[in-house]
Structures are given as C-alpha cells and as structure tokens.
C-alpha cells in the first residue's frame, strides 16, 4: 500500500547518520522551550537592541543580544520554577495558550519595531561622536548572530542542570530529596566557579600575557635606542633598552625635543626628561621605583620646574596627548618618571590583576616623594601625579592625606578613572546634590574639580594649595561601568544627560549591565575626544589649571590646542 503521507525532515535524513542524530536532539530541546523564558527572552533581545554608551558592529551586537536573549530566558524559566516551587496552583492550559497568545504577538511586533530603529538608534551616538552615519545596522545577520548564540547558551545551561539533576539523583540515596537538591546545586556552583575562575579565566588571561608580552619585547624598526645620555635606555642610562618594552620605548623617543618646543612658543626651551622602567627591567615594583629614583637622579630631574610621576595603563602606555602637551606648556623644563607594572589592555587588567597598578604606583611614588621632600623646599621641583584608565587607579594610591600631610604635594591630573577607582567614587558620591555624575562638583572645588568636553575648570572659584582634576567623558563605559547596573537607573542617565550621550539612551534591568559591559573593550575605538579617548585639548585645559605654567595668554593656548588637534592618534 502506497504512503502518499508527506515525507518529515526526520525521515529525510538517514537515521543512523550523526547529522540525523543531532538534529532529532535540537528538535525535542526546541519542543522543550519554556514559553515564559521565550516571551522574557523576546523583550531582553528588544531592549538589547537599543543604543548605549558607544556604536557597536553588527556581530558584537548579535554576541549581546545573544547574552541578553539567553539571561530573560533563564529569569523567565527560573521565575516558572519558582512559582511551582511555592506550590501555587497552576494556570489552566486553555488559559496558558491565550495568555501566551495574547503577550507573544505584541512581543514579536515590538521586535519587529525595534530592529527597523537600529539604523536610527547606532546613528543617534554616531552623529554625537561626529562620525559618518551608518546605512544599515545589518539587522538580519544581527539576529541570527543573536538567536545562534542564545541557544548555545542556554543549551550549555540545559547541560548543567542535567549533571546537577544526576549528582541529586545519587544524593537521594542518602539524603531527604530537597537536602540533596540543594547539597547538588552548591556542588555544581562550586565546580564551575572553580573551572571558570581557577581554570578558564585563569588560562584566558595567561595566554593574553603570553601574547601581549611578545608584543611588549617588540622592537619596531623605527625604534632606535637614543643617544642622548639623558635618555632612558642609552649608553649611559641605568636602564637597559631592552627591557623596556614597546610601549616605553615609543614614550622615550617620540615626545617633543627642545627645539620644537622653541619654535612653536618663540622662547627658549629645555630638552624634556623623560625616564621610564620597564616591567622586564628589574624582578619587583620596589626594584623598578629604586631604578626609577636613581635614574632621576642621574639625569637631574630634580633640577627641573616641574615633576610629574605619571601611572601608566595596563600595556605600559602613557598618552601622548597628556604627556606632549604638558611638556609645551611649561618649554620643556620638566621631568616625568614612569614604571610598567603589566602587559595587558586596561580593561584585562582589571579582570586580573585590578591591584597591580596600585602597588607600583605607591613604590614608585613612595621612593620619589621620599628624596623630593628630603630636599630644600626653595630648590625642588613642584610635585604632581598623572595617571589614565588604570594608571588613574593607581594614581590615587598614592597621595592619601597621612602620607602628604606633613608636606603636600602640589596636585594631580587623572583621566578616564575606571569604575573601581574607590577615591573617585567617593568624591562622586559626595558631590553637590544638583550637579550630574557625569560632571560633579564636590563641596566649593577648592581641592579637586571634574572636567570634561566643555572647560568647567576656569569657574572663578578659588583654588587650594593643592590643585586635582579629573577628565572624564560621559560616553566613557570605563568611568561609568558598574555593577548597580544590573538592578538600579543609574545616576548619569537622569537629566541633564551629557552632551555625548544619546537621548534614546534608556534603562533596562540587566540588559543595560550587558549592554555598558559590551562598551568596555570598544571604549577606544571611537573618535579622540569621545568614550575613553582623552583629546589634548582637554588635557592642556586640565593642565593650564593645574600646574599654571607662566606667560601663556588666552590665544596662545588655543593656538596650542590646533597644534595638537588630530595631531596624536588614539588608543592603547
């Protein structure tokens, strides 16, 4: 008797095949699909999809919007369980399907919606940040990214619970069921904890330093060891060229010499001294500082105007757009001293080793405010910090009142403190109730003071002996990152928003704490001036009012300021 039945997919595909296999177990994981996970997971993906702090490429948004389907789906099925947990009755099936019904369609609709304003939303920040608009957000490639991923995710998630759900059924052989459900989640938490912060984590963040470390020991062709005596790295130097890493070698010969400097200002000029130790140079951070000190020694930096002990970020880098322009604003008499203290991106380090900056940063400023304020006072240069990204964190390590109270320093530019910075966020805290997050003003600004794209600096107020400023961009995810995220509208989203962040910007519980976590490592890949790259502009107004160097006019500054404009490229 002849089937005229239509043939299933199934049925296609020879059953003994791994294909047939495979896709037999998608099928019955797909039947299996929580409908309330679904209709969560639908509204996570829609709010995924709306603009945060920075533009992102397509797949980085499919990646996000894949965490952010996977996370509603999990809430919604954890929230069925628990509903069952507390023995509530439960919903009739007839009713289940029309309430299903009637919340899914609206659900799919709004996705509809959002993904048409995808272009419009990405091109809300791009206009902001004076980059070209985009013609298409590649909304299709976007979703399937997106779907792809979640259900990796939640599948990986359905494997877990199955191991925990076995690890129980043995558990109840000897224990009351509950006992052993609850003794079997502890076991499989504590198991993955241990794999993923002690095994994973641990291995990605060791084969990064591998990686970044080989770039560090890279010598560009265009590097050439100096030959000035007062260079790091020389014939003469204490410290040896080749440890000193990529990033500490371009710092070493690529500032502005003296005669530049004469030229742009028409007066006279110093050759400035700039000493740097790199992380290979000596075994630990008290080593590298007691180099450090010895060097400036050597080379008299204590003989200069101005000092400044600058904290690097993660790679070693310190930005030519805060270091080149101090240096013209005070002709070339001064002397920056810095150590590096590791390899990896900003953003990694934080992940794995958040206390290495801090701990090199107090060696180096312990031994140098050490011999500076054993120095007469009429004959030693006046002190500042500097310090960007992690090098901000490890900057405010350093001058804590019990340390400088006997003698103070004279004051301290940081820029793009990133969210762990616990001295920032106390000022922050503690602002004035009607200035933003984004741009605080702590009590009368006598001591320390924010700034951003606009000068707030030159307020008229009165200064203190000692002079602090923070840079700092609204649109910058390293300042503005954290974990209240997750449950709370934070402060910098209320009104008035600054002039970088989008007004189609909106909170959304867990999807903004995706969303702004997704913004950190793209914080430099914007234009200068915007997320977390800082614009000489900013630093020479940062600068100007904090270590006010003399004979500078008004015009003369902006003339610097075009001098530097798109002059230093970004990124570190």
């Known amino acids: ?68 389907i996977a996370a509603g789906y999990g809430i919604g099925v954890a929230s069925l369980w628990g509903w069952r947990f507390l023995q509530f009755r439960d919903i009739p099936p007839v009713w289940c399907r029309r309430i299903q019904l009637s919340l899914g369609v609206p659900v799919v609709v709004m996705i509809l919606s959002v993904v048409r304003k995808m272009v419009t939303w990405q091109n809300s920040i791009r206009q902001l940040m004076e980059m070209e608009p985009l013609e298409s957000a590649y909304p299709y490639r976007t979703l399937l990214i997106a779907v792809a991923f979640s259900l990796l995710l939640i599948l990986l998630a359905r494997f877990i619970l199955w191991l925990s ?104 000029a110093m050759e400035p001294l700039r000493i740097y130790v790199g992380y290979r140079t000596a075994e630990t951070e008290e080593d590298r500082a007691q180099l450090a000190l010895e060097e400036m020694k050597r080379v008299g930096a204590f003989e200069r105007s101005v000092l400044i002990v600058a904290t690097p970020t993660g790679t070693g880098w310190l930005d030519p757009s ?101 001295q920032w966020a106390e000022l922050t805290a503690s602002r004035q109730p009607d200035s933003p997050q984004w741009r605080p003003v702590f009590r009368d600004s006598a001591m320390v003071r924010f700034t951003g794209q606009k000068n707030a600096l030159a307020s008229g107020q009165r200064w203190g002996p ?24 934070p402060d910098w989203m209320k009104s008035p928003r600054g002039p970088d962040v989008s007004p189609e910007l909106r909170w959304y519980p867990v999807v903004t704490f995706l969303q702004i976590a997704f913004d950190l490592p793209l914080a430099t890949s914007v234009p200068i001036g915007f997320g977390h790259n800082y614009a000489p502009a900013h630093y020479i107004d940062a600068w100007r009012e904090v270590t006010q160097p003399v004979g500078w006019t008004d015009e003369q500054v902006r003339q610097l300021k075009e001098e530097f404009r798109d002059r230093i490229p970004a990124g570190f």
Request: aromatic share 10%; glycine share 8%.
């Open 322 to 422: 805060a270091v080149d322009t101090v240096e013209y604003l005070h002709h070339g008499d001064t002397a920056i001293v810095s150590t590096q203290y590791s390899y990896l991106p900003s953003w990694l380090t934080i992940i794995g080793d958040p206390q290495s900056s801090r701990r090199s940063a107090r060696a180096l400023f312990d031994a140098v405010y050490g011999h500076w304020k054993s120095l007469p006072k009429d004959a030693r240069p006046r002190f500042f910090l500097h310090g960007l990204s992690l090098g901000s964190l490890g900057s405010e390590a350093c001058d804590d009142l019990f340390t400088i109270f006997e003698d103070p320093i004279h004051g301290a530019v940081r820029s793009g403190p990133p969210f762990p910075s616990t």
């Open 466 to 489: 000692i002079r602090s400023v923070y840079l700092q961009y609204a649109s910058d995810p390293m300042v503005f990152f954290s974990e209240d995220l997750l449950l709370r509208e």
């Open 165 to 268: 759900g076995h690890v129980s059924a043995r558990l109840k052989r000897f224990l009351p069921p509950r006992v052993a459900w609850v003794c079997s989640a502890f076991i499989m938490f504590s198991v993955l904890s241990s794999l993923v912060n002690g095994v994973l984590l641990r291995s990605l963040l060791d084969a990064a330093d591998e990686s970044f470390a080989e770039i560090d020991e890279r010598i560009d062709a265009g590097v050439q060891q100096p030959d000035r005596p007062a260079a790091s790295g020389s014939a003469e130097s204490l410290i040896e060229w080749s440890s000193i890493g990529r990033r500490g070698k371009l710092f070493i010969v690529e500032g502005p010499r003296q005669q530049q400097i004469a030229e742009f200002t028409g007066r006279d």
């Open 1 to 68: 008797m002849n089937d005229d039945r239509e043939p299933t997919l199934t049925s296609a595909v020879p059953q003994s095949s791994v294909a047939a296999r495979l896709f037999g177990f998608m099928q019955r994981q797909l039947r299996k699909l929580s409908a309330v996970g679904l209709l969560l997971a639908g509204l996570f993906l829609a709010a995924s999809l709306t603009p945060s702090l920075l533009p992102r490429p397509y797949f980085v948004q499919g990646i996000l919007s894949g965490f952010a």
